[in-house]
């Protein structure tokens, strides 16, 4: 009888395994399908002037194997997409000087940990950004809301799940390396705030 009952428990906890492992079923979200569901803006405010920037380009996607966890990923701005409004000032914020598009063309963020956080309904992210070939820790709270194939049918986002990612950040550009020439600090702020609202699909190809 006592063995006949533990086969049944086993087979119970392997039955639920199972299931676990097919709910868990990997996607994979590719970022930066369609430029107006790619938005990256970033702020520099100092003494004289304030600098408002932003881009539509973003190359990534993230695996996610259920909607509690997003594992590991690398997300990548192109430098020379960063648009300030002013075709010279563009060309200064790529130059040597600054973000050095030539020698470090990409801006990265390698996300290696969100976990959703049910006290807040927001999910705490761990990950490396690097600038000009410096890098640095960088973690903090997003905004994540995932939307079913029926949904984004329903609301015509297009083909496939979707995903969408909110979260704003502040970058000192002295920490990656970048130094503020003399006589432009009260024109050029050391810190940047970036705010990121961006839709990932698991239907890349939405044509």
Known sequence: MKRHLSTAIASIFLVGAFSSSALAEERSFTFGVHEARTNISFVGE?????????????????????????????????????????????????????LDAANHPYIELELTKVTRQASTKKWAYEGTLTIKGKSQKLSGEAKIKFVDEDKASKFKLGKGEWVNVKVDFDVKLTDFGVAIPEGVGSKVSDQWTIQVDIWGTTSPDQS
């Open 46 to 98: 100092a003494d004289i002037e304030t600098i408002h920037g932003f881009t539509n380009q973003l190359v990534g996607s993230v695996k996610s194997t259920d909607s509690e966890l997003v594992s590991t990923a690398t997300l990548k701005v192109d430098v020379k997409t960063l648009d300030t409004g002013i075709a010279l000032r563009d060309e200064h914020l790529q130059g040597e000087m600054w």
